[in-house]
């Protein structure tokens, strides 16, 4: 379900203000649909009332007609059906059911004109079974073959040719026990049939109207979020120099790229300050430190002279260590194309070179875009590490996903879990001791998750199953 709704902010507050404004008129739909029914129905039980407040018998007289039943009577018409009559009959029929809640504001609508009914029905029924409505189509056929004897049009019959379909409404009071009904019929007329698309229409209009609104408005709101979130990335991994972006959008946004922009050159400028520094340190301990390995070739115990030489080199490789993982992202080396079996191979073959027992299995093809210098030299210290306290490394390469993943794996003690993410912050050893050979300056991991991470990856340390540790350079494809 994720995989479909939109990433962005501009769409997913979009989708949420077109969802609620759907459900909003949904509601508004209901409303204004109970509402007119409720409109409907009251003014049907005032019709009602009304009908049942008026003479049936002086109604009656109108509609008369004549005894002879001759055509000019028939012209003038019999009782209509859909009036109020007299009955010593209730209005319901024995299969029907009093509609209560009707029936009682009808009564409340009669109270309001003084009438107070001993009893009142209320029924809605088919006109097609109602008894009078039966009763009033036979009479009209009859009527009708009459005026076609006395060769005159025939009478168009007040009862439509869909009328046995139509819903009536039934009421009958009576004022005293035993006595007489007032029954009334009123027809129920249909709903309004564009009710449902004139909510339709309006849905559309004010959907086209908002959405259009709302998307110029976050429009002018998200293309700054957007060049900035953009900017943000591209910093993150090249830090090389300050890019200032045009300050667009609200008041706010403004001021965000503004201090954005601010804090930008100020960390460009630290990190130039900080390469300057380095490259400063650097030459400046380097330079006596090739003076003093020139020094100690004249000291005659030959014993002392390896061990002080042995010092000379640590701290050089320790300082170049340092000097390597300050660089990390900052070296203006571009990335290549390259077969990651390949560049594996080779580093395979400069630890057989030096008689260090380090394998590498077959190799899938896998091109990647990468800085070769930097993920040879990630490489080359998780290898160092599998040699130094594993006694031997095994290289593989594999894909997973979208991301190229080296491995190596040692049978060495491997590491406690508790100290995985320790091991791989700087100046942290696996052995106590400062002896390079042994115990390292402590800075191989931690200049190999830089190196991943620079290039969108990361290194991930586990324990294997037998025993041994599996370090795994994690590159993205």
Same mark, same amino acid.
């Given at each position: 379900m994720r995989r479909f709704l939109p990433k962005s902010l501009l769409g997913q507050t979009m989708l949420a203000i077109g969802i609620a404004l759907?459900?909003?008129?949904?509601?508004?739909?209901?409303?204004?649909?109970? =509402? =007119?029914?409720?409109?409907?129905?009251? =003014?049907?039980?005032? &019709?009602?009332?009304?009908?049942? %407040?008026?003479? @049936?018998?002086?109604?009656?007289?109108?509609?008369?007609?004549?005894p002879d039943r001759n055509a000019e009577g028939l012209r003038r018409g019999q009782r209509r059906p859909l009036r109020t009559i007299t009955s010593p009959d209730a209005p319901i029929l024995?299969?029907?059911?009093?509609?209560?809640?009707?029936?009682?504001?009808?009564?409340?609508? %009669?109270?309001?004109?003084?009438?107070? !009914?001993? &009893?009142?029905?209320?029924?809605?029924?088919?006109? /097609?079974?109602? @008894?009078?409505?039966?009763?009033?189509?036979k009479r009209r056929v009859g009527e009708g073959s009459?005026?076609?004897? =006395?060769?005159?049009? @025939?009478l168009r019959l007040a009862l439509s040719p869909g009328w046995a379909d139509e819903r009536i409404l039934v009421a009958g009071i009576q004022f005293e026990e035993s006595g007489e009904w007032r029954i009334a019929r009123v027809r129920i007329p249909p709903g309004e049939p564009n009710f449902g698309w004139g909510i339709?229409?309006?849905?559309?209009?004010?959907?086209?109207?908002?959405?259009?609104?709302?998307?110029?408005?976050?429009? +002018?709101?998200? &293309?700054?979020?957007?060049?900035?979130?953009?900017?943000?990335?591209?910093?993150?991994?090249? @830090?090389?120099?300050?890019?200032?972006?045009e300050e667009a959008g609200p008041g706010d946004m403004r001021r965000l790229i503004a201090a954005h922009n601010r804090m930008e050159a100020r960390i460009a400028a630290m990190l130039d300050e900080k390469d300057v520094m380095l490259g400063a340190i650097g030459h400046d301990l380097k330079t006596p430190l090739a003076a003093l390995r020139v020094r100690i070739e004249s000291v005659p115990d030959e014993i002392q002279r390896q061990k002080m030489a042995s010092s000379?080199?640590?701290?050089?490789?320790?300082?170049?260590?340092?000097?390597?993982?300050?660089? #990390?992202?900052?070296?203006?080396?571009? +990335?290549?194309? #390259?077969?990651?079996?390949?560049l594996a191979l080779g580093v395979v073959e400069e630890f057989e070179d030096l008689g260090e027992p380090v394998t590498i299995a077959e190799?899938?093809?896998?091109?990647?875009?990468?800085?070769?210098?930097?993920?040879?030299?990630?490489?080359?210290?998780?290898?160092?590490?599998?040699?130094?306290? /594993?006694?031997?490394? &095994?290289?593989?390469?594999?894909?997973?996903?979208?991301?190229?993943?080296?491995? #190596?794996?040692?049978? /060495? !003690? /491997?590491?406690?879990?508790? +100290?995985?993410?320790?091991?791989?912050?700087p100046f942290t050893r696996g052995e106590a001791s400062r002896n390079r050979a042994t115990g390292g300056a402590g800075?191989?991991?931690?200049?190999?998750?830089?190196?991943?991470?620079?290039?969108?990856?990361?290194? #991930?340390?586990?324990?294997?199953?037998?025993?041994?540790?599996r370090a795994e350079l994690r590159l993205p494809l």
């Open positions: 759907m459900v909003t008129q949904m509601v508004t739909a209901v409303l204004l649909y109970s =509402a =007119a029914e409720s409109r409907r129905e009251n =003014a049907l039980l005032n &019709r009602v009332a009304l009908n049942l %407040l008026l003479d @049936p018998n002086a109604r009656e007289e109108r509609w008369r007609a004549p024995p299969s029907e059911h009093n509609l209560d809640r009707r029936a009682e504001i009808l009564e409340e609508i %009669l109270a309001g004109q003084g009438v107070q !009914p001993y &009893r009142l029905q209320l029924v809605v029924r088919r006109a /097609g079974d109602d @008894p009078a409505m039966q009763e009033w189509a009459i005026l076609r004897e =006395a060769g005159q049009r @025939p339709a229409l309006q849905t559309v209009l004010l959907f086209a109207v908002l959405m259009t609104v709302l998307f110029l408005i976050l429009r +002018r709101i998200t &293309r700054p979020l957007q060049r900035l979130t953009e900017r943000v990335g591209d910093f993150a991994s090249n @830090p090389d120099r300050a890019v200032v972006i000379i080199e640590d701290i050089t490789a320790t300082l170049d260590d340092i000097l390597t993982l300050s660089r #990390v992202g900052r070296d203006g080396s571009g +990335r290549e194309t #390259v077969d990651l079996g390949k190799l899938p093809r896998i091109v990647a875009d990468v800085q070769v210098t930097w993920v040879r030299r990630a490489l080359r210290n998780l290898v160092s590490n599998a040699v130094r306290y /594993g006694e031997a490394a &095994r290289i593989s390469i594999l894909r997973d996903g979208d991301m190229a993943v080296l491995r #190596v794996e040692d049978d /060495g !003690p /491997g590491i406690a879990p508790d +100290r995985i993410e320790e091991m791989m912050q800075l191989g991991l931690t200049l190999a998750r830089a190196i991943a991470q620079q290039h969108g990856g990361d290194l #991930v340390l586990g324990n294997r199953e037998g025993g041994g540790l």
